[in-house]
């Protein structure tokens, strides 16, 4: 089955770390930018960050910039999400998500079930 | 950033309704909007890209048209599983930028 399973969530205090992952199956999974996107409680999508398929090219939200790290393993067929110096605006559901048709596309034809994030203390 | 803005933000609707969502960018994006739809608890599904590219598997009722700045998703007659929350999303720069969605409900 085509799927990507994240995982990796739960509470944090603020200024805290995580690292969330999403594991990939069912298709040829370093021919594919990945990328996160995340929701905040009752809000809308924002995109956090995009890595193409050979970790060439990285992309980050402002929002997100210099606090997260995104990396692959293409071995393990698996995606990650270090976050760093975690803020309570950072509480969100987050999503890995592929690009449709391989390399920076930009648009996302597959979702993980997507794993919560809450920062609070 | 380019901005979108999704119009409405909610609407009551019936079964068998035809359903139209606009949206509006801050600057052209050449048909690079892609459409999807989200159900509570779930993750968002992808209906439409380059502006009216139907993705596989999707019902023929939705369709995506527009070009330049305003861009429009369709579901011709409503259909029960069809009640959820709608975004746009443009892929013409980075970093790619959502709507604020759009909740379609029961009358």
């Known amino acids: 089955e085509v799927q990507l399973v994240d995982s990796g969530g739960g509470l944090v205090k603020p200024g805290g770390s995580l690292r969330l992952s999403c594991a990939a199956s069912g298709f040829t999974f370093s021919t594919y930018s990945l990328n996160w996107v995340r929701q905040a409680p009752g809000k809308g999508l924002e995109w956090v960050s995009s890595i193409s398929s050979s970790s060439k090219y990285i992309y980050y939200a402002d929002s997100v910039k210099g606090r997260f790290t995104i990396t692959r393993d293409n071995a393990k067929n698996s995606l990650y999400l270090q976050m760093n110096n975690l803020r309570a605006e950072d509480t969100a559901v987050y999503y890995c998500?592929?690009?449709?048709?391989?390399?920076?596309?930009?648009?996302?034809?597959?979702w993980g079930r997507g794993t919560l994030v809450t920062v609070s203390s | 950033d380019i901005q979108m803005t999704q119009s409405p933000s909610s609407l009551s609707v019936s079964v068998g309704d035809r359903v139209t969502i606009t949206c509006r960018a801050s600057q052209g994006i050449s048909n690079s909007l892609a459409w999807y739809q989200q159900k509570p608890g779930k993750a968002p599904k992808l209906l439409v890209y380059a502006a009216s590219r139907c993705e596989s598997g999707v019902p023929s009722r939705f369709s995506g048209s527009g070009s330049g700045t305003d861009y429009t998703l369709t579901i011709s007659s409503l259909q029960p599983e069809d009640f959820a929350t709608y975004y746009c999303?443009?892929?013409?720069?980075?970093?790619?930028?959502f709507g604020q969605g759009t909740k379609v409900e029961i009358k």
């Open positions: 998500a592929r690009d449709r048709g391989g390399d920076s596309y930009w648009y996302f034809d597959l």
């Open positions: 999303q443009q892929y013409y720069s980075t970093p790619p930028t």
